[in-house]
């Protein structure tokens, strides 16, 4: 029976070929195949044809999908799509591999489909971690409806990946929900033949070798024999190749330790090999996070495979983590940031000399346009001239770093010659550059291992990398977690370190077999004390803006001038990010603390909401953030499903919070009638402020700007880490990245997040008992 309606795969999608297959080695049965891992799920698909002049095979291939065991069941659509196609679908069930060919002419249950023989190869295996199906599928290269494969050129590979089990896992046609994920990417068939076919038939070729230097690998003789992967241990194992990673990486490397950074995603910007290109930027080989003009795009792509899915608020999963998806506003920390006050160890103070080491390698610019123009700033002019009338000055706002009350200028950016910068293109740079620095991407790592309070190495996806995964530590090695602030404490909690009541989610998950036993549980406050600015949209209209069709267009059908001038040398529109201007006012509470309110304006707005007309070319937002001293607090945890998100949300649980908002809110608007032509058209006139506030939807007062879910102090009582950033009660596991911020900083965080991995670095070097 057809009991549930699949929603199913969308056919040719154009990002689908962005995503391109490459030659691979399975170090597990030596079969070099042309495939793909992705990224979000770390299930990789591959495939070998035999040589083109062999015609007694040329209706078959050799396939594997290598998945781990959260993937309750995988499939493979040949045609790349659901409908009318060679479907593949395969999962485990009692250490074996149950599979079965199906079709599906309607968007529902694909049904058996008889005609390819599916038989299963050596070195399809089932352990703890993973499941792994290589196949072999004979009259599997056209099929029913006049499909198939391009075997001399390319086509789309559909994938379908479902975490809900099928209803009878031991019967091959059992049904099965519609999948929870899909995706596609272009397989190369044309490299996908191989001269070694017939001796992968017999199951590998009896030669394993592993195509990275991160590990060695011993086989025995023997088709079905299985290598063995010794692991290559690591003085420094990084995790996550976000700002806090990146820098560690490459200070770390530049001491000369050896270093081997792990990063769950793929590349980003074109200079790292990303391939994500505008296709109007693909002559120049730009992708969409290069080019600064494409960053509202982030929000409104119909694929947005670079968020993390298994986090519920956005977060980066790729190279450069956050800082290759977001708006780049950089701002050199201030003394308060840092304070003590601000919850930073006193030994923390000194950070101007972590701060230069910053700008030495990333300046900022107020002018991201290579001509030193500036672009679209009709915002900028409409806004100064409101907070002229509250006794605003304007500054250089980096030049003045100390100057946060009634301050306001130009948005500062970390763009490089009109495209992306940040930390990939400067310090990630530099550590590749060196011979004992290594990158894996495409590597999640699960947890630690531990023994005790000694970390050993990591569990990772990655068999190639160490036996079941596990990559070591040299002697008196350290592991460092950057993976963000959603992420490094699911990474703690599945190594037994964080409250109990995440530990036993844990125990009831399918990570459970990783932990460590329950007696070397370490019970430290991870996921609490953890604070965003809570924001809030003004957007108006003026007569004088430039909506910028509120960016709807950037991707697919820009302004033909503005894509040619930045085509042609990086100036002009594109080559900056939405926001124009930047202020900030200092406010005392009732409650006799000192709080910071941060304003940003930009040409157009996320969502309008009134009850009149407006002209919608000439809308602008103005964001109200609350920042430092704020004193709500929420918590990040993880689900049984182990997506991690925030449990208790952060934002105005503290009433003198709210009321310091709505104040600041009153005090943006509280001019506007001495400027000609503007209107306030969300809240419309039929709303106040207050009433605004109130009812505003919790979810998007976010300002992903996370921090403090394992933050640092002097006890284990009230923070993760110690003043060296290492984890509390463990010998050498330590922190760099925005998790371990204590306090919100003025502006937004990557800047002040920056400079303190600098610090924490130094301090982490300078700390004996290392390698
Ligand atoms: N901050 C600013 O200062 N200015 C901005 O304009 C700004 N805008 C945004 C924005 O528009 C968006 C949409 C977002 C999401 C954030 C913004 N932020 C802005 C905040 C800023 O980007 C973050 O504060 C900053 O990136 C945090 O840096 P972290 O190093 O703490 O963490 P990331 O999330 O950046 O990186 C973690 C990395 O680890 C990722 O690459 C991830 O893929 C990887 N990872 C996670 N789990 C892993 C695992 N288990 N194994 C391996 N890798 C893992
Ligand atoms: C940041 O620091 C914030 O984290 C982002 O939310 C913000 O971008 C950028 N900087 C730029 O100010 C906004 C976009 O401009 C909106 O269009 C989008 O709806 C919002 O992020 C989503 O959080």
New binding site residues.
Partial sequence: MLRRVFLGLLPLVGSALAQSSSAYTDSGNGIVFQGYTDPVHNVTYGIVLPPTTETSEATEFIGEIVAPVAAQWVGIALGGAMLDNLLLVAWPNDGDIVSSTRYATDYVQPVEYDGPTLTDLPSTSVNSTHWKWVFRCQNCTSWSGGGSLATTGTGVLAWAYSDVGVDDPSDPQSTFSEHTDFGFFGEVYSAAHSDNYDAYLTGGTGTATTTTPTSTTTTSTGPTSTPTVTGTPYDYIIVGAGPGGIIAADRISEAGKSVLLLERGGPSTAETGGTYDAPWTESANLTKFDVPGLF?SM?TDSNPWYWCKDITV?AGCLLGGGTSV??A?YWYPNSLDFSTGNGWPSDWQDFQLYLDKMIARLPSTDHPSTDGQRYLEQSFNVTQQLLEGQGYTQITVNDNPNQKDHAYGYSAFDFIGGQRGGPVATYFQTASARSNFVYKDYTMVNNVVRNGSQITGVQTNDTSLGPNGVVPLNPNGRVILAAGSYGTPRILFQSGIGPSDMLSIVQSSTAAANLPPASDFIDLPVGYNVSDNPSINLVFTHPSIDAYENWADVWSDPRTADADQYLQNRSGVFAG???KMNFWRAYSGSDNNQRYMQG?V?PGA?SVNTTYAYNASQIFTI?VYLSTGITSRGRIGIDAALRAQPIVAPWLTDPVDKEILIQALNDVVSNMGNVTGLTMITPDNTTTISEYVDNYDPSTM????WVGSAKIGTSATDAVVDTNTKVFNTDNLFITDASIIPKLPTG?PHGTLMTAVEQAVAKILALSGGP
């Fill in positions: 509202e929000f956005f977001n708006g506003l990010a939405s926001p940003t930009r996320a964001t976010d300002s992903n700007h937004n």
